[in-house]
């Protein structure tokens, strides 16, 4: 089969691969019919993420066909068409059992902090990816989710990840009626969040980036008020200004690793690896927030010490909420809202990219190129 495969930083390319196969009695195969490229690939695609292995596919947002099941599984059936949420989950452990599914102890029974994720290196279970034309899904009774009837696969491939960790993110913010909430990052997942701020009744919705096309998306999609941090003197400054010298009740770090804006964070956290990325972002979440406010973060770090402002988090009396999205919790409710309209996450899909080009959807991805949100991979097989 065809599938993307990792040869090291910056180098990713299409190869054949062997077909999956069913290991475990609770196994499906998929066949994939929609892959999306996300903010979290890039950490790895940047090679900051720790044993990321060389032949490894990426790709945790996917919807497919279901093709073959173990002679465990119950809840699928051949033919059924799926979306699978990126979190690989028991669903029994004491975790799953709280709806915690992003911290799931037997999926990645190695690691104390995350669960499994699909193509997210060994540091997340070291299971291979969807961006590919077949995947093995284990536990295939609790992730994967019938695609109900009239919803398309944009729409399914979305409730994956990005619309749930939007609303996740969001909903950990603690949103009281009438807060100033403010959004670090403009990818799919700040304009997600900011979108997701309205439906818990926030007065005021801010978001902050550095790339004018993705701040009019922001805009536009999200009904918000948005900000270049490069035209901006100090977004900290910015944000006391704006809010009477008070700072905002809720602050959404949406960013993570790779953020830009500070010279001695990016040689720190990107350039020698020091710290485990960039926490510009983070700085300025916990600077500008209230105090007794919520900081809210979504944005990926790596697993080892950061240097972050931990003294003014305590001196503030901050809330720090953060956390992988539990898709599968958040999914009932989240299809119900694409299906009636309150979230349409189709226009953050703006390239549909054949797999085959794989490699030139993470170089405009990456680099921000062609006015690009998220990309979706196409594999050939997705017709069959
Ligand atoms: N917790 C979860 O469950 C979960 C799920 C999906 C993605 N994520 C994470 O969310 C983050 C965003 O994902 P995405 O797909 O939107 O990524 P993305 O790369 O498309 O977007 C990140 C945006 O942040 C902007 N940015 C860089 N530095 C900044 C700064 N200092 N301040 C404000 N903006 C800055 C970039 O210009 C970019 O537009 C990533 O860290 C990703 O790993 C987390
Ligand atoms: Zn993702
Ligand atoms: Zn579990």
């Not at 490894?56 to 066909?65: K, Q, S, Y």
């Not at 995947?135 to 989710?145: I, K, L």
């Not at 400054?237 to 809720?250: H, M, N, P, Q, Y």
Request: hydrophobic content about 40%; proline content about 6%; some cysteine.
């Amino acid at each position: 089969m065809l599938a993307m495969n990792y040869r090291g930083p910056l180098r990713v390319r299409l190869d054949h691969k062997p077909m999956p196969e069913i290991q475990h009695p609770q196994d499906a195969i998929v066949r994939v019919t929609r892959a999306c490229i996300c903010g979290s690939d890039l950490h790895l695609y940047n090679g900051s993420v720790p044993d990321t292995r060389v032949g490894m596919t990426f790709g945790h947002e996917f919807t497919g066909v279901v093709e073959e099941v173990g002679s465990d599984v119950h809840n699928l059936k051949v033919g059924d068409n799926v979306l699978v949420p990126f979190n690989i989950a028991c669903g029994k452990c004491t975790f799953c059992k709280q709806g915690l599914y992003g911290n799931c102890h037997e999926a990645n029974p190695q690691a104390t902090a995350v669960g499994g994720i699909f193509g997210y290196s060994h540091t997340a279970g070291g299971y291979n990816g969807g961006q590919a034309e077949y995947v093995r899904v284990p536990y295939a009774d609790v992730g994967p989710t019938v695609i109900p009837e009239g919803m398309t696969l944009d729409e399914a491939v979305m409730l994956t990840d990005v619309v749930p960790t939007g609303y996740q993110a969001a909903e950990m913010g603690g949103i009281q009626p009438g807060d100033t909430v403010v959004v670090f990052g403009a990818g799919p997942v700040g304009i997600m969040a900011a979108r997701c701020a309205w439906l818990f009744g926030a007065g005021r919705v801010i978001i902050i980036d550095q790339i004018e096309y993705r701040l009019e998306f922001a805009r536009n999609y999200a009904q918000c008020e948005a900000y270049n941090f490069r035209s901006l003197e100090d977004p900290v400054v910015f944000i006391k200004k704006t809010t009477e010298s008070l700072g905002a009740d809720v602050v959404i770090d949406a960013v993570g690793a790779e953020a830009a804006g500070n010279a001695m964070q990016t040689i720190t956290g990107r350039k020698t690896l020091m710290q485990a990325g960039s926490a510009t972002a983070l700085h300025w979440a916990i600077n500008s927030a209230k105090k007794g406010g919520i900081v809210s973060v979504v944005g990926v770090y790596g697993p080892t010490d950061n240097l972050v402002p931990i003294g003014n988090v305590v001196n503030k009396g901050l809330t720090i909420r953060a956390n992988q999205a539990s898709v599968k919790r958040l999914l009932p409710k989240l299809i119900e809202h694409v299906q009636n309209g309150v979230i349409d996450p189709k226009p953050l899909l703006t390239h549909h990219v054949p797999l085959e080009e794989v490699s030139d959807a993470y170089r405009i991805f990456s680099e921000k190129l062609d006015e690009c949100i998220k990309p979706v991979l196409i594999p050939p097989s997705a017709k069959l």
